[in-house]
């Protein structure tokens, strides 16, 4: 399972000499993947329309949402290819999973029933979008942020990620779709992007319980060995155009 997560994983974005390669998605090893995990119950996933998926070790490094339910995917993808012309990362018609049903990830079955026993939330604001970082201008890369202390040091030694990476934001076009269905709920909706979208200016607001739903649009990064230093990337609002990082124990 850890070398089909890798492959995957690898086919979606790789680094190659200090560049972001991506190459045609490895569809065969989707499908294969889906029926090493769901093939047992394959035949009772067409009367769900909502599939709660508890992943572990390699698992918890790709959404489930991407696995390939059928056969007939794969082959008419690879018959399609075949032709000189024919575009490599055209993957229409395909199976997905997470196109045939929603998918929910849960950390842990405790996790699970803690959600479903918690009460609706009484937050008086819809949702705060944020996302969209400030690009970062070559050779202005900061990882060290402007925190200092415990992660300061150690988050220069952890980044991996190319320059390329960093200036390469999210657009904020799924912020700007969400706030604008949520916007008919008559509560409060805000979107946070470039350099409005900086920690500092996150742990500056004191309403930050009162919005239903955070929506982070940017990239992330795992860190397997210290998952409190998983950290999402950001605007820094330190000298200079520069990122930061928001670290998953800041969060908390």
């Not at 700007?176 to 409060?188: E, H, K, P, V, W």
């Amino acid at each position: 399972i850890e070398g089909m997560v890798d492959a995957l994983r690898d086919s979606i974005a790789v680094e190659e000499g200090g560049q972001t390669i991506t190459y045609p998605f490895e569809i065969g090893t989707a499908r294969q993947l889906f029926s090493v995990l769901l093939g047992p119950v394959s035949d009772q996933l067409g009367s769900i329309n909502h599939l709660v998926f508890e992943p572990d070790g390699a698992l918890l490094r790709l959404p489930a949402n991407l696995l390939v339910m059928d056969d007939a995917s794969v082959s008419t993808y690879l018959a399609r290819i075949e032709s000189a012309e024919a575009d490599p990362y055209d993957f229409t018609g395909t199976a997905w999973l997470g196109r045939a049903m929603e998918v929910t990830t849960s950390v842990s079955p405790a996790g699970f029933t803690q959600v479903r026993r918690a009460r609706a939330s009484d937050a008086r604001s819809a949702y705060l979008g944020l996302g969209q970082n400030l690009p970062v201008m070559p050779g202005m890369v900061q990882t060290g942020g402007t925190r200092g202390g415990a992660n300061g040091g150690a988050i220069a030694d952890r980044c991996e990620w190319a320059p390329g990476i960093w200036s390469n934001p999210i657009s904020a076009a799924e912020l700007q779709t969400a706030s604008r269905i949520l916007s008919g709920t008559g509560q409060g909706v805000s979107v946070l992007t470039g350099g409005d979208f900086t920690d500092t200016r996150l742990k500056a607001m004191d309403d930050l319980d009162e919005y239903r739903i955070l929506h982070f649009a940017t990239h992330g990064k795992f860190e397997a060995a210290n998952p409190l230093g998983s950290s999402l990337l950001l605007a820094s609002d330190s000298v200079g155009n520069l990122a930061d990082r928001l670290t998953i124990g800041e969060l908390y």
